[in-house]
């Protein structure tokens, strides 16, 4: 492998050598914050292009010339998936760009938009592709394959050009509810090597090597912690997480409770009740949709849409033990009035560093002085280390990068071919 610092050639430019080139701007020894370029000679190439996880005071911004300001001509953004770490830089990119993403996926962003306080992204310069379909982009053809993450429309993204094919694998994992996920993507690009598979390692960054809890475990642990609790059950998770709102609302009802969703939950269950099987919010469903005190202006459409399964707060608390209720933290002084009702249990759903923060310790304490308590039930959206073992082993690419990952030299403990490489170096393909 030869690398050169990209900071003294710029990778839109005929450098010599190969004239296929991948770039890890951001990535290379972190988790979230991606920003990987592939270039040619004549084509440039972003893909993610995300908010650090834990970030303070003002965002740095990638050093990548053309996308947030002068430099060379960025041709297109291939967004694997809608979380902030991948997606949360795209406003501040230059309007000009497009970006390339699924349906799933836009999909997501504007649900984050609407309720999660997410960027507004003009449409016109979304391109939303259908997964396995092949798009050419000045001398690249790229195709974006369905993974499973905790967030619905998740790809990793083939990159092909006549110097060499490149498979960035986004984040996935092979555990949750679509588990034929990986099989299919390892099939699809069977026949063809890889010559380089930018492959994410959250799990890396941990010692030991173990299996993740399945998502199906998880919701047998689930409710059996609902079935424990004698009172009000919060389930604290993100909307987007279409697999744990799945895994939630089968858990409350085989413990014969009412799954209670806020208007996030309804409305991401209504844009994607065609692509999953989960009905829409009615009583008859045993899905009721609270409609919180503080909530977006205009979406009066969306609120008509589920009015006739509207509870009130008041209902729930009336007979607590009925109900699993989809919850946040900042619930807890405008519904609550600072006091939760007695016995109540949250269900913690989240990456577990959220807890830390001063809105998870106060709610935390407003359920000890309630006699309750919070219980971390997680599964992570990312695969673990012996699932990357097998997926590295079936797909047989000639060079493993990792990215997304704070131990990339973790990986030289099981892949030959790894080759470990800096925040702005330039990878020749």
């Given at each position: 492998?030869?690398?050169?610092?990209?900071?003294?050639?710029?990778?839109?430019?005929?450098?010599?050598?190969?004239?296929?080139?991948?770039?890890?701007?951001?990535?290379?020894?972190q988790?979230?914050?991606?920003?990987?370029?592939?270039?040619?000679?004549?084509?440039?190439?972003?893909?993610?292009?995300?908010?650090?996880?834990e970030?303070?005071?003002?965002?740095?911004?990638?050093?990548?010339?053309?996308?947030f300001?002068?430099?060379?001509?960025?041709d297109?953004?291939?967004?694997?998936?809608?979380?902030?770490?991948?997606?949360?830089?795209?406003?501040?990119?230059?309007?000009?760009?497009?970006?390339?993403?699924?349906?799933?996926t836009?999909?997501?962003?504007?649900a984050?938009?609407?309720?999660?306080?997410?960027?507004?992204?003009?449409?016109?310069?979304?391109?939303?592709?259908?997964?396995?379909?092949?798009?050419?982009?000045?001398?690249?053809?790229?195709?974006?394959?369905?993974?499973?993450?905790?967030?619905?429309?998740?790809?990793?993204?083939l990159?092909?050009?006549?110097?060499?094919?490149?498979?960035?694998?986004?984040?996935?994992?092979?555990?949750?509810?679509?588990?034929?996920m990986?099989?299919?993507?390892?099939?699809?690009?069977?026949?063809?090597?890889?010559?380089?598979?930018?492959?994410?390692?959250?799990?890396?960054?941990?010692?030991?090597?173990?299996?993740?809890?399945?998502?199906?475990?998880?919701?047998?642990?689930?409710?059996?912690?609902?079935?424990?609790s004698?009172?009000?059950?919060?389930?604290?998770?993100?909307?987007?997480?279409?697999?744990?709102?799945?895994?939630?609302?089968?858990?409350?009802?085989?413990?014969?409770?009412?799954?209670?969703?806020?208007?996030?939950?309804?409305f991401?269950?209504?844009?994607?009740?065609?692509?999953?099987?989960?009905?829409?919010?009615s009583?008859?469903?045993?899905?009721?949709?609270?409609?919180?005190?503080?909530?977006?202006?205009?979406?009066?459409?969306?609120?008509?849409?589920?009015?006739?399964?509207?509870?009130?707060?008041?209902?729930?608390?009336?007979?607590?033990?009925?109900?699993?209720?989809?919850?946040?933290?900042?619930?807890?002084?405008?519904?609550?009035?600072?006091?939760?009702?007695?016995?109540?249990?949250?269900?913690?759903?989240?990456?577990?560093?959220?807890?830390?923060?001063?809105?998870?310790v106060?709610?935390?304490?407003?359920?000890?002085?309630?006699?309750?308590?919070?219980?971390?039930?997680?599964?992570?959206?990312?695969?673990?280390?012996?699932?990357?073992?097998?997926?590295?082993?079936?797909?047989?690419?000639?060079?493993?990068?990792?990215?997304?990952?704070?131990?990339?030299?973790?990986?030289?403990?099981?892949?030959a071919?790894?080759?470990i490489?800096?925040?702005?170096?330039?990878?020749?393909?």
């Amino acid at each position: 492998m030869k690398v050169r610092n990209s900071l003294n050639d710029p990778p839109s430019l005929n450098v010599g050598g190969s004239s296929l080139r991948v770039i890890i701007h951001r990535g290379s020894h972190q988790i979230g914050g991606s920003c990987v370029e592939i270039a040619s000679d004549s084509t440039r190439l972003i893909l993610d292009a995300g908010l650090p996880l834990e970030s303070s005071g003002p965002v740095v911004l990638p050093p990548v010339p053309g996308l947030f300001g002068e430099g060379p001509h960025v041709d297109a953004i291939l967004l694997s998936h809608s979380h902030p770490d991948h997606s949360g830089l795209l406003d501040q990119t230059k309007p000009e760009i497009p970006f390339y993403l699924t349906r799933g996926t836009s999909k997501m962003l504007m649900a984050g938009e609407i309720f999660a306080k997410g960027s507004k992204l003009p449409r016109a310069r979304q391109r939303a592709v259908n997964f396995r379909q092949r798009v050419e982009i000045g001398d690249f053809a790229v195709t974006p394959h369905a993974v499973d993450h905790s967030v619905f429309g998740a790809v990793a993204w083939l990159v092909e050009h006549p110097s060499g094919r490149i498979l960035y694998s986004g984040d996935l994992r092979m555990d949750g509810r679509k588990t034929g996920m990986a099989q299919d993507l390892v099939k699809a690009l069977s026949g063809k090597p890889v010559d380089a598979l930018l492959l994410e390692g959250t799990h890396f960054s941990e010692s030991g090597r173990s299996r993740c809890v399945g998502e199906r475990q998880l919701e047998k642990e689930i409710g059996r912690l609902v079935r424990s609790s004698p009172g009000l059950v919060l389930a604290m998770f993100s909307p987007q997480n279409l697999d744990r709102l799945v895994t939630f609302y089968k858990a409350a009802r085989h413990a014969g409770r009412v799954f209670v969703v806020d208007l996030y939950g309804a409305f991401v269950m209504n844009l994607l009740r065609s692509e999953v099987r989960i009905p829409p919010p009615s009583a008859k469903a045993g899905i009721r949709v609270f409609f919180p005190t503080y909530r977006p202006r205009n979406i009066g459409k969306i609120e008509h849409q589920v009015e006739s399964a509207r509870i009130s707060l008041d209902e729930v608390i009336a007979t607590p033990d009925r109900f699993v209720m989809l919850a946040r933290t900042t619930m807890l002084e405008p519904e609550f009035g600072g006091r939760l009702p007695a016995g109540t249990r949250a269900l913690y759903s989240m990456w577990s560093g959220y807890r830390s923060q001063p809105r998870f310790v106060k709610f935390e304490r407003a359920l000890g002085e309630a006699g309750g308590d919070m219980i971390e039930c997680h599964t992570s959206g990312h695969a673990s280390v012996e699932d990357l073992v097998d997926f590295v082993r079936q797909l047989q690419p000639k060079r493993v990068i990792p990215m997304h990952t704070t131990r990339p030299e973790a990986m030289r403990l099981y892949f030959a071919q790894t080759e470990i490489v800096n925040d702005g170096e330039i990878i020749e393909i």
